[in-house]
């Protein structure tokens, strides 16, 4: 059974940071690809950032040099730092596993002086 665990949400005033953890259980996690998504009120659930098995990131442009993802074999876990953080990153963000059906619960993430 697949499972998707993200931890590391809160509060941050504008330029802080924050990272957040993704632990995954049930698949073999070095040959997937792990992605984070985000949701903020009233809008749609958009992509952040993913990597690849391979190690290949992508971002959206809007986090680009500001966010990293990076991913830790051994732990099962894929992280998403974020620095220089702004009031509109504030949102759920989502831990998926790309090309599937499974979707972490979320964790807030607000941005607020």
């Known amino acids: 059974q697949v499972q998707l665990v993200e931890s590391g949400g809160g509060l941050v005033q504008p330029g802080g940071s924050l990272r957040l953890s993704c632990v995954a259980s049930g698949i073999i996690f070095r040959l997937n690809t792990m992605g984070w998504f985000r949701q903020a009120p009233g809008k749609q659930r958009e992509f952040v950032a993913a990597?690849?098995?391979?190690?290949?990131?992508n971002y959206a442009d809007s986090v680009k040099g500001r966010f990293t993802i990076s991913g830790d074999n051994a732990k099962n876990t894929a992280y998403l730092q974020m620095n220089s953080l702004k009031a509109e990153d504030t949102a759920v963000y989502y831990c998926?596993?790309?090309?599937?059906?499974?979707w972490g619960q979320g964790t807030q993430v607000t941005v607020s002086s």
């Open positions: 998926h596993l790309v090309g599937s059906v499974y």
């Open positions: 990597i690849a098995s391979t190690g290949n990131t």
